[in-house]
């Protein structure tokens, strides 16, 4: 059990390498490296170059090119007139309705598939809205400044965690409280709701651990040695059961090993990726993985790429969805991927995720079966979107603006 330890000496090498190579470029590209041109929205042709993952522009008409993001009420022409926004996305300006009003946190998809749930950090409750915007307590307890939630696949608990590292599991159906030990992080729940695999972080690193509990908290059990690499551990139990946990080991500058760990031992085979700042989302079924990286040969920015991630065939079918933007910006919906994507990326952006703190959003669709793209919706206004959730029928996409917190809908058919 000792996979994870034994390359800590390679790993501060490659770290203090990395880190060199990435100030360096950093320097380079503030100070040394040529602007690029930029769109002329007045007369497109005249743009002579354009980076992969920026987004085309929207047409009306013959040609006309159009400015995006524009504020509300619609979008402006090259001949000053205006097109309103659509009432459903159809891969221009599209409207897009607030469903509350109040900075949110945690919003999932209700157990019926249609309504969402979510926290008010004003008033320390939890919440259900409905697509129509009905809002209703979903407890009356009041839990005081929340800063992290993981709700169980069934929506019936939460683990919720605070400021202090105090953390609890609370039971919205029985409304149990079960109070966890404050070095127990990155939380995730089995398919079932059952187990919950999470780190155990105890101040010695001898004693920190990969660990399994059952969803009461108690009767853990032992998976893995942590020792000083928690941080290149991720904890997330696959949709199909298989494995509980990643673990990613540098192999070149621009390359890495993802390892895949299960309850008893498994050998399973390796995932290389081409690419650090690894984030990921499992597909509803387990069998394939979607990730986002950086690179330096692509500015440092995030692209995604997905992966079959299931059994002999892990590794296989790893595609470049050629879009600039995260993972955790991205949702499943049947075969359909739906990203955020970025309208523009600053260099470096994937080293730090403030750079695009306030960039508007675009909504893009991916068939994960052919890898095919297209432009969704722009959303009316201009939105920095996270948490992104669509409904089982398909009908509606949710996200929360993330400067405001608030909860918005865009109908998607």
Request: aromatic letters at 10%; one cysteine or more; a negative charge.
């Amino acid at each position: 059990m000792d996979f994870l330890i034994k390359y800590k000496k390679i790993f501060v090498a490659a770290a203090l390498a990395l880190a060199v190579i990435i100030i360096g470029y950093l320097l380079y590209a503030v100070f040394f490296k040529p602007s690029q041109p930029q769109v002329n929205l007045e007369n497109p042709a005249a743009t002579t170059t354009a980076g992969r993952g920026n987004l085309p522009l929207t047409q009306t008409g013959a040609g006309q090119p159009v400015q995006l993001g524009q504020g509300q009420g619609g979008l402006t022409t090259g001949t000053g007139e205006t097109t309103p926004a659509s009432a459903t996305a159809r891969g221009g300006l599209t409207e897009v309705t607030a469903l509350n009003q109040a900075a949110s946190l945690g919003a999932a998809l209700a157990a019926n598939g249609d309504d969402l749930l979510y926290y008010n950090g004003q008033e320390g409750k939890f919440y259900r809205v409905t697509k129509d915007g009905k809002i209703t307590l979903l407890s009356d307890t009041v839990f005081h400044n929340v800063e992290k939630i993981t709700w169980s696949p069934d929506r019936t608990k939460a683990i919720l965690e605070y400021p202090d590292q105090a953390k609890i599991i609370y039971d919205f159906k029985n409304n149990k409280q079960i109070t966890l030990p404050s070095h127990w992080q990155d939380f995730a729940f089995s398919p079932d709701g059952s187990k919950i695999v999470m780190k155990s972080l105890a101040e010695s690193a001898d004693n920190r651990w990969l660990a399994v509990v059952n969803s009461q908290g108690t009767e853990a059990k032992k998976i893995a040695p942590l020792g000083d690499n928690d941080e290149t551990v991720y904890p997330s139990w696959s949709p199909n059961n298989q494995t509980v946990a990643m673990y990613t080991e540098g192999a070149t500058f621009n390359e890495q090993n993802v390892f895949f760990v299960g309850l008893n031992n498994e050998n399973f085979k390796a995932l290389k990726i081409a690419g650090r700042g690894f984030e990921f989302a499992w597909s509803p079924q387990g069998d394939r993985l979607l990730y986002s990286v950086y690179t330096s040969d692509n500015g440092l920015k995030p692209e995604l790429w997905i992966a079959n991630a299931q059994g002999d065939s892990i590794g296989s079918g790893r595609t470049n969805l050629e879009l600039q933007t995260w993972a955790d910006k991205c949702t499943f919906s049947g075969s359909n991927l739906y990203c955020a994507v970025p309208q523009e990326l600053a260099e470096g952006a994937g080293l730090s995720k403030e750079l695009a703190q306030n960039t508007k959003d675009n909504l893009y669709q991916i068939d994960v079966r052919t890898g095919a793209k297209k432009l969704v919706a722009v959303p009316d206004g201009g939105y920095t979107m996270s948490d992104l959730i669509v409904s089982d029928d398909g009908g509606y996409l949710y996200f929360t603006d993330q400067n405001t917190g608030k909860i918005n809908q865009i109908k998607l058919k």
